[in-house]
């Protein structure tokens, strides 16, 4: 009897706690949609006595089909409303569904329309989709110089979408003189409100990681744990000081991968974090790379060393010289890469050497590392 009880309690406590959360969520679920429904009848109310704000949210209520089915020709008709009376952010739909072909017909030449009378109401979505078309030439003559003019000033408002384009425009030179540095103050900008397309720019957020990416992680992760079985089950053909270097190389591996694997999901604050980040992932890797030289081949080792130590000096003389590439995302993060791995083999293959290096096939008449 005791032994029922013990089981029966617990899981009628289960059950009941179960049972609350299920009740408590079905109860949040009717209130929210008895508050939606009170709201859109306010707006309702609203919109038909001729309010232009609540016309435009009535609009808004029918374009995101909040609490009701969407329906793009719905919501036009209330943004036409508010739009004839003057509210700025609907004339500002009107232009984009026309510009998208949603509900209506795509027109370019109406979608300008509407987006130039938000725009000279300093509405900045309106002014960068007016950037927009110019850019690309939609419904006008293709023109970066009025591009830069409408986008400047919706970046001036704080639009993260127009600081990008801005910045890409200085970039490439576009409409403008090139300017790397403007273009990255222009990317900060938009990173720091959150913009993806700014944050892969500036190597803040991944693109994601390619099939070959994946492949090569995984191949590279049962590598690892080949590498550290010898560490478990040592063979005796391989000297005590190449059982730990193995055992070093394999868990430096599983460090690089957890590194990988967070540089493709996660988000850094600053370029000279993510910097800081892919010369610390490619160092593990370097030295990793070393360890395993080490193990099996001592001619190996001073030929990478020599290599490594060439590489390293004449990259490093190579951007000093040229000066204009220091403002290239891409150069930067290049060398952020290639002086972690060289500098990670380079220093562990020296101490390497400066150590005596393992025996490779034999030991010396002490019993100890020596070299041949």
């Not at 306010?42 to 704000?53: F, V």
Request: glycine residues 12%; positive net charge; contains cysteine.
């Amino acid at each position: 009897m005791t032994s029922f009880w013990r089981i029966t309690i617990p899981f009628s406590c289960f059950i009941v706690i179960c049972g609350a959360v299920i009740t408590w969520h079905v109860y949040k679920v009717k209130i929210n949609k008895q508050r939606e429904r009170e709201s859109i009848n306010a707006y309702r109310g609203r919109a038909e006595r001729g309010d232009a704000s609540a016309e435009k949210d009535f609009g808004d209520i029918y374009y995101y089909g909040r609490g009701v089915p969407k329906k793009y020709d719905e919501a036009l008709r209330w943004y036409r409303k508010a739009a004839d009376q003057g509210n700025v952010r609907a004339q500002y739909m009107i232009g984009y569904m026309y510009d998208v072909g949603q509900g209506l017909p795509q027109d370019y030449t109406e979608a300008l329309l509407w987006y130039r009378q938000a725009a000279e109401q300093n509405d900045a979505r309106a002014q960068c989709g007016l950037g927009s078309m110019y850019y690309d030439g939609r419904g006008v003559p293709q023109n970066s110089a009025e591009a830069v003019r409408w986008y400047r000033r919706a970046a001036d408002r704080g639009l993260s979408k127009a600081q990008y384009d801005l910045g890409y425009l200085y970039f490439y030179g576009q409409g403008v003189s090139e300017d790397r540095e403007e273009a990255n103050r222009w990317y900060h900008k938009a990173a720091d409100q959150g913009y993806e397309p700014a944050q892969r720019a500036l190597g803040l957020r991944s693109k994601g990681l390619s099939i070959l990416g994946f492949i090569t992680l995984v191949a590279m992760f049962f590598g690892c744990l080949v590498v550290l079985k010898d560490s478990l089950f040592p063979r005796k053909s391989l000297h005590a000081r190449q059982q730990r270097a193995l055992t070093l190389a394999g868990l430096l591996g599983l460090a690089y991968i957890g590194m990988s694997i967070y540089r493709v999901f996660g988000v850094f604050h600053s370029v000279i974090a993510v910097n800081a980040f892919y010369f610390a992932e490619n160092l593990l890797f370097g030295i990793m790379f070393a360890m395993l030289i080490s193990v099996f081949s001592l001619k190996g080792v001073k030929f990478v060393l020599g290599l490594s130590g060439m590489l390293f000096i004449g990259m490093n003389l190579f951007i000093i010289a040229h000066h204009a590439l220091r403002n290239s995302f891409t150069t930067v993060r290049g060398f952020s890469i290639v002086n972690g791995m060289l500098i990670g083999m380079s220093v562990s293959l020296v101490i390497f050497l400066w150590l005596g290096g393992p025996v490779v096939g034999s030991t010396s008449k002490a019993g100890g590392p020596g070299l041949r």
